[in-house]
């Protein structure tokens, strides 16, 4: 990309709280302090902020919240108009985002056919036409980007061969380093789940395994952003910050898991190996490079034994999540992935405009 002359992005971030959202907004700000690149961020109507650095392009969120993949698509269909005057359109879900003019970078991190056929049937009928659409906004998109190997895969099995291949990251500079915490069978042992009550993310086979393990092993499960009834056993914070998570990870937390049926890039899981935490997840949430860094366990059953084998010899689990997580946080640095992923894409960028009549 020629120095004198800086592309005008748009960004398509939606909201604040979700993992997706926030890797927008990280991108944002890379490009803002590394490329002096002020990107256009489009948010929901109602989520702009006065404390963002970036301006911001509002548009009505028409149908209830939940149904965030049709919102999604709605957004690109109304913004369409402004979407003509950027040169690139950077977005992390499908719609209608690519016009004649502007080049349209889709930055998928996960197999969305995994997700699909994990859904029940009445959640499938209602997902397919927005997992369509999806697969059609790939195919469109002039930068196509998977940010993970189960992108990859998801990429070549619907036809997508030229794309650019990234991973998801995490800010590590600000990261503390792992403190590895004292456990012994008189002490409270603390896992954290981080995520929502769905059937997507397993949860409720987790408080199964959790309750029905045996009276004498004393575990507290933390369940960050979803809000319940407090037992003995199972802990609801509700919805918490970044920062609350890291510093719980940090201080008080023992094991991190993570047994979903379907996840695209668990952040929550990156910065758990970053910090040192001993993990446990489904094969479905953990990414391919680390399958033999966590524990794999999914049914009521195998986090039982994951648990178990945690409890009963949890010195050399932890001492060997913290040497790994040097490594970890190596691969997945936002600094690192971010400038590898906008110099290849602004290559690109360069190269087509040269190729232009």
Same mark, same amino acid.
């Given at each position: 990309?020629?120095?004198?002359?800086?592309?005008?992005?748009?960004?398509?971030?939606?909201?604040?709280?979700?993992?997706?959202?926030?890797?927008?907004?990280?991108?944002?700000?890379?490009?803002?302090?590394?490329?002096?690149?002020?990107?256009?961020?489009?948010?929901?109507?109602?989520?702009?902020?006065?404390?963002?650095?970036?301006?911001?392009?509002?548009?009505?969120?028409?149908?209830?919240? =939940?149904?965030?993949?049709?919102?999604?698509?709605?957004?690109?269909?109304?913004?369409?108009?402004?979407?003509?005057?950027?040169?690139?359109?950077?977005?992390?879900?499908?719609?209608?985002?690519?016009?004649?003019?502007?080049?349209?970078?889709?930055?998928?991190?996960?197999?969305?056919?995994?997700?699909?056929?994990?859904?029940?049937?009445?959640?499938?009928?209602?997902?397919?036409?927005?997992?369509?659409?999806?697969?059609?906004?790939?195919?469109?998109?002039?930068?196509?980007?998977?940010?993970?190997?189960?992108?990859?895969?998801?990429?070549?099995?619907?036809?997508?061969?030229?794309?650019?291949?990234?991973?998801?990251?995490?800010?590590?500079?600000?990261?503390?380093?792992?403190?590895?915490?004292?456990?012994?069978?008189?002490?409270?042992?603390?896992?954290?789940?981080?995520?929502?009550?769905?059937?997507?993310?397993?949860?409720?086979?987790?408080?199964?395994?959790?309750?029905?393990?045996?009276?004498?092993?004393?575990?507290?499960?933390?369940?960050?952003?979803?809000?319940?009834?407090?037992?003995?056993?199972?802990?609801?914070?509700?919805?918490?910050?970044?920062?609350?998570?890291?510093?719980?990870?940090?201080?008080?937390?023992?094991?991190?898991?993570?047994?979903?049926?379907?996840?695209?890039?668990?952040?929550?899981?990156?910065?758990?190996?970053?910090?040192?935490?001993?993990?446990?997840?489904?094969?479905?949430?953990?990414?391919?490079?680390?399958?033999?860094?966590?524990?794999?366990? =999914?049914?009521?059953?195998?986090?039982?034994?994951?648990?178990?084998?945690?409890?009963?010899?949890?010195?050399?689990?932890?001492?060997?999540?913290?040497?790994?997580?040097?490594?970890?946080?190596?691969?997945?640095?936002?600094?690192?992935?971010?400038?590898?992923?906008?110099?290849?894409?602004?290559?690109?960028?360069?190269?087509?405009?040269?190729?232009?009549?």
């Amino acid at each position: 990309m020629e120095q004198n002359k800086k592309p005008k992005i748009f960004i398509w971030q939606g909201a604040w709280k979700g993992g997706a959202e926030k890797v927008m907004h990280d991108m944002a700000l890379f490009l803002k302090g590394q490329y002096d690149i002020t990107p256009t961020l489009g948010l929901f109507q109602g989520e702009e902020r006065t404390d963002c650095p970036f301006p911001q392009l509002g548009i009505p969120r028409l149908l209830p919240k =939940k149904l965030v993949s049709y919102n999604n698509i709605l957004a690109s269909i109304l913004a369409r108009k402004q979407l003509k005057d950027f040169d690139l359109v950077l977005t992390h879900t499908a719609g209608f985002w690519q016009t004649k003019k502007t080049g349209l970078a889709y930055r998928e991190p996960g197999n969305l056919l995994r997700l699909f056929w994990n859904l029940p049937i009445k959640s499938k009928l209602l997902y397919l036409p927005a997992l369509l659409v999806a697969i059609t906004s790939i195919k469109q998109a002039r930068f196509p980007i998977a940010a993970s190997k189960k992108a990859e895969d998801f990429f070549a099995h619907i036809g997508v061969n030229d794309f650019l291949s990234t991973v998801n990251f995490i800010d590590t500079s600000k990261l503390p380093e792992p403190q590895t915490k004292e456990y012994g069978q008189e002490n409270t042992f603390h896992l954290l789940f981080v995520g929502r009550d769905d059937r997507i993310k397993n949860l409720s086979e987790l408080i199964a395994a959790i309750t029905d393990l045996p009276e004498n092993k004393n575990i507290i499960l933390h369940i960050f952003g979803q809000n319940g009834t407090n037992t003995n056993r199972i802990h609801y914070h509700g919805w918490c910050t970044e920062e609350e998570i890291t510093n719980f990870l940090t201080k008080k937390v023992h094991a991190f898991v993570l047994p979903s049926l379907f996840e695209a890039s668990p952040l929550t899981l990156l910065l758990a190996l970053m910090l040192g935490v001993p993990s446990i997840a489904s094969i479905e949430a953990c990414p391919d490079e680390y399958k033999n860094t966590v524990m794999l366990a =999914k049914t009521k059953k195998e986090l039982q034994e994951a648990l178990l084998n945690l409890l009963e010899d949890y010195p050399k689990h932890a001492s060997n999540a913290t040497d790994r997580s040097a490594q970890i946080r190596t691969t997945f640095d936002k600094n690192t992935v971010l400038k590898k992923e906008f110099d290849t894409l602004f290559n690109l960028i360069e190269k087509r405009d040269q190729t232009r009549p």
